[in-house]
């Protein structure tokens, strides 16, 4: 069974140009996370889907961060205009249910991001 | 708001040695406490999480955390290092305010084992 993936693995942008990340989720995973890593702090929250709803984007920075799950299955999040801070992993995760006790979050190796 | 603290974002340990990674929490009611691992070029990986129940959590590849309410902490510990165990480990929290569906995560810890 294949795992989160997502594409590209790395992308290296110039200040001012648009980006778009995406993220196909386990396969019957309803619940789709982005997370994001600035270079040597922690892994942040940005926004939970379940299915092609967004159930919280409280984590998102601004409205040049935009995330969409047409159809409930893959994720992009594109950002534009980018800037030098907006450099980092972005992670996602997905599960099959919500997470209570036993349900397991599963991360893609995330897509390193590097505004010049 | 809740946050984790994890001390030390390297620790060095040589093989065959006792790891010992530490993490404490802030947080009003009991959470859920979680240690990923990632590996190089790899994707998050759990390595045990604590909900309810039994305090001391053992996880996968020999590792184990205890969760110590008076001291708010959840350290993870290995007896006997293994160089396959160098990689980058982050302790995480969740809690039913958030309906347990955002992790918080400390600053990560880079573990390096010397042969």
């Known amino acids: 069974e294949a795992g989160v993936t997502q594409f590209p693995s790395h992308s290296v942008i110039e200040k001012g140009q648009t980006v778009t990340l995406r993220c196909d989720p386990i396969?019957?995973?309803?619940?789709l996370y982005w997370y994001r890593r600035v270079m040597g702090k922690e892994i942040k929250f940005l926004l939970h889907?379940?299915?092609?709803?967004?159930?919280?984007e409280s984590g998102m920075p601004n409205n040049r961060f935009l995330a969409e799950r047409t159809g409930g299955t893959y994720s992009t999040l594109k950002v534009q205009p980018a800037e030098l801070e907006d450099s980092g992993v972005y992670f996602c995760a997905s599960s099959q249910g919500q997470l209570t006790t036993n349900e397991k979050l599963f991360f893609g190796s995330g897509t390193q991001l590097s505004v010049l | 708001a809740q946050s984790v603290t994890q001390l030390g974002s390297h620790v060095s340990v040589s093989e065959g040695a006792l790891v010992l990674l530490r993490c404490n929490y802030s947080s009003s009611v009991p959470p859920y406490l979680f240690w990923y691992v990632q590996y190089p070029n790899q994707g998050l990986q759990l390595l045990l999480k604590y909900t309810t129940g039994a305090t001391l959590v053992k996880g996968i590849n020999g590792f184990e955390a205890e969760f110590k309410k008076s001291e708010t902490s959840f350290h993870l510990t290995k007896p006997s290092a293994h160089m396959s165990d160098a990689a980058e480990y982050f302790c995480?929290?969740?809690?039913?305010?958030?309906?347990?569906?955002?992790?918080?995560f400390g600053t990560g810890t880079r573990l390096l084992v010397s042969p």
């Open positions: 889907f379940v299915k092609e709803s967004k159930q919280d």
């Open positions: 995480a929290v969740t809690r039913r305010n958030t309906g347990f569906q955002k992790l918080v």
């Open positions: 396969s019957g995973h309803d619940n």
